[in-house]
């Protein structure tokens, strides 16, 4: 599926009164998603246990 493809799903998901905010807002967090899933194909993660040691500051 290409990146329109997905935005267009994203924005036909959305109910007949969503905003043009809403509609930004979605598309802002699916981008973030994407490069999140990229960056761990790439093996940029971060392993949950330290993901959770930065969060709870242990």
Avoid: N
């Avoid at 807002?25 to 971060?46: I, M, S």
Wanted: glycine share 8%; proline share 3%; net charge negative.
């Amino acid at each position: 599926m290409t990146d329109k493809q997905r935005a267009l799903e994203a924005l036909q998901a959305l109910p007949d009164d969503a905003s043009v905010e809403d509609a930004i807002e979605r598309l802002c967090f699916l981008a973030k998603v994407q490069q999140g899933l990229q960056e761990l194909d790439e093996g940029r993660g971060v392993p949950h246990d330290d993901a959770k040691r930065r969060i709870l500051g242990g």
